[in-house]
């Protein structure tokens, strides 16, 4: 799955879903961007399981909604933190 | 809120009163998790309170690192008194529900009493409800975590509940999160069926705060990068909790038929669960617990023959040692099948495997026989009776009524000379041969929740790479030596004692830590201090910690003497390990558990704990060194505080 972010900047993330272990320390990381804290609640992005093939499902607003705010690809950090926090690699960065 | 803020949450199932309290003055002194959890216990539960009545409690706690990056801190500590030992019962899982927890703003939940009806917890943030479970009696743990999320309408939230086999107090039972991840041992799941508490589901939608975000961060991305080059998590990652030949050239000491001989005889059975097959033929993916890098959880797939389509998270080194060595089956399939089953009706496995072991040991010797099976065959490796036994313990049927209460009970009802095949600590069913490696042994017989490696056990194994270097640095041991020497080994066990009891009461999972990860490249003592100190704003030093995990260890102590009549005659491995040395030809042959040496072990042990020699207690002088005078008051008060002496107190154990 691609997540077209930043279409001026032609940057991606580019999310391979099998690779996910469902650890969530890029929702913490993201959480922590935009409000300073660790809030579950208050990321960009979500990650879950489903059912007992734990099929997991990641999402990323690009659009805010109520508290969950829109991806802005970690402005201000160096690069985006789920990227940086994702062990397994599962999310990934193409374009510049 | 920030690490070090939350509350305790208090229900009482009897009455159903709910109430909190901050939890930070108990924080100061006992950290989290099981350290919090363990002093709740100690100051208001009963003495002589039997573990499946109301009166017991039941507490939950989650650690100040949970909800946070940290590496591996996922933890959820389950602590009560023990429904196998009558002494401190405590067991800890992964996955989700500690962190969900804390995020709802909660640090521990304690439970009293006991429903009339059967009911699960519900706790969204702030709104907490006692809700009906009649409908969701009788299900097992899968169909528990389809039924709530369902009727709730919310597919993540976080819970623990227990299967049948908790519902029908058996005493092994234990208790799931997250369909497999299960806090095993201790019979907390009977604890939680006898209050008639199904599951507790839980929602949090808050937030946790860090005193030095800059800080906080730059020891967890160094703390990423070592244990992302650590060999042996890199193992992990790739194969699962199950990872390494544990019956390669040196270590291939075995449970074997109810630990009968030492060793598994065959080669080809040893082929047919080496790691290889379970990740060739059946891994799926890789999963991990929250905020954990390590991701040790693979999943398994069965794709052809009778189970076809079981999905299995979670294999561990125990299923292998329990269902292969131990019970004899080596069909990959069949044990993923066995260990699924134990899940699913909420069986610990090391206890339900355990009991079975036992109770065909008894059946070979002409103890039992078909009149007393329910006309069963024990035959060992015939997995079909197998499967059949786990179902009639759990339901209590037949046979598996009187089974369902632990070999050691069991054997006290059936007599016949049983006794002697019931390998148990203090009560509770033993998964850990104890031959070869000493301070694994030493460390599982004196662990206080009775038998089980993980409350200070050193895999010696894991250690003989070390350099001398790290084994200074990080260890403070001139060398740890081999596996199988005594010396050395009484130091290192207290030492892991104190790092695990501040684990478990952090939140950490003890695989990221030194203790399983060998140094430098794991979370060692100094990450730990460091990490608190950052995140609550704390001023600790090293040995201030250590302190605390001495304390820690100290007050399940003094709840062990005040709720048991334990002494040192009860830290004594089972007598086979004594008497029936490893048969096997080869490096391991002839090694056993010397008992003057273990005496030798013992003195030493209680020495440096400042205990009473004779009767295992701790003294005064050491309580009150460790901020527990109120403890020492308690235990005086009972005519169970150690006395300091001198000269040696063997225990003659020619039993």
Known sequence: ?96 | MNVFDGDVLRINLSNQQISTEPSRHYMKRFLGGRGVNQWILFNELPVNTDPLSPNNIITFGTGPLVGTLTPGACRLSIDSKNALTNGIGSSNCGGRFASELRFAGYNNIVVKGCSETPVYLLIDDDRVEIRDASHIWGLTTWETDAMIKKEINDNQIQMVYIGPAGEHLVRGACIVTDLEKAAGRCGLGAVMGSKKLKAIAVRGRGSISVKDPQAFFEIVDGLLEKLGRNEFLKRRGEYGIYCQVMWGENYRESSWRNFQGGYIPDPEQIAMINPDVFLKKFKQKSLSCFSCPIHCRALHEIKEGPYTGLISEGLENNDIQLFGAKLNVFEPSIILKLRSLCNQYGLDTDNAAGVIAWAYECYQRGILNEEITDGLRYEWGDFETYIKLLKTITYRKGFGDILAEGSKRASEIIGRGSGQYSIHIKGQELMEQLWVDKGWALGTVLSQRGGTHTRGAVLGSRFTTLSLEDSKKYYSMENIGKPNQYEGKVKLVTYFEKIQALADSLGLCTFATMIWAPAPDAINQTDMTRLLNVTAGLDFEEGDLLIMGERIHNLEKAFNCLHTDWTREDDYPPIRFMREPIKMEGPLKGEYLDVNKWDEMLDEYYELHGWDRETSRPTKEILEKLDLNDVAEVLKKSGKLGKKRSGNNFVNINR
């Open chain 1, 1 to 96: 799955m691609i997540f077209t972010l930043f279409p001026e900047k032609h940057m991606r993330i580019i999310v391979d879903h099998e690779k996910c272990t469902l650890c969530q320390l890029c929702v913490l990381a993201c959480s922590f961007h935009h409000a300073k804290l660790f809030n579950m609640n208050r990321a960009s992005i979500e990650v879950n399981a489903y059912g007992k093939e734990r099929k997991i499902k990641i999402i990323i607003n690009e659009q805010t909604e109520e508290e969950k705010l829109a991806c802005d690809y970690c402005e201000g950090e160096r690069e985006p933190l789920c990227i940086k926090y994702c062990i397994p690699k599962a999310l990934n960065i193409k374009g510049s």
